[in-house]
């Protein structure tokens, strides 16, 4: 049987807040727990730089984003 492929990622355009956990994080943490299912995860860098020209702040929210993914699962 060959897995399902799920794909999920989080803008870096601000601070991870609760909605991030609810909506992306959580869903994938279940999703990585499935022996069916093949994760991929990514901090969508590109979107950011469309959404926002402070490159400071996608650079802080880089490291914020991707380290909520790194403690919470």
Request: charged fraction near 10%.
């Amino acid at each position: 049987m060959s897995k399902s492929i799920v794909l999920t990622g989080i803008t870096t355009t601000g601070t991870p807040h609760l909605g991030n956990y609810v909506g992306a994080i959580k869903p994938a943490i279940a999703a990585s727990n499935n022996p069916n299912v093949q994760p991929f995860y990514f901090l969508a860098d590109y979107h950011a730089l469309i959404k926002c020209h402070e490159p400071e702040r996608v650079r802080q929210s880089s490291l914020e984003i991707a380290a909520s993914w790194l403690a919470l699962g």
